[in-house]
């Protein structure tokens, strides 16, 4: 994966840190429908609904099952507070 092309996703329980991966692209569970995020993603933050957090990191899939939570995506960083 080219340094250029990676954003950071960080997942994080009131717990715990679950995850912290440089990935290409995460798909997400958001409460009005499933969303991609790709590199210079606009700033945003939305509410999560219970789901797969699927992210692409050195080519292969990876998926991460959450209850819910909130992401904020900002500045190609992706970090999400869930229930997991």
């Not at 912290?20 to 210079?40: A, C, D, I, N, Y």
């Not at 700033?43 to 209850?67: H, M, R």
Request: proline share 4%; charged share 25%.
């Amino acid at each position: 994966m080219h340094s250029a092309d990676v954003i950071t996703l960080v997942v994080l329980t009131p717990e715990s840190a679950l995850l912290e991966k440089r990935v290409s692209k995460v798909s997400l569970p958001g409460t009005k429908g499933r969303f991609m995020v790709l590199k210079s993603h606009a700033p945003l933050i939305s509410s999560l609904d219970e789901g797969y957090i699927v992210y692409e990191s050195e080519g292969a899939e990876e998926k991460l099952f959450v209850l819910g939570g909130f992401v904020e995506i900002l500045n190609d960083r992706i970090t999400a507070c869930v229930e997991a």
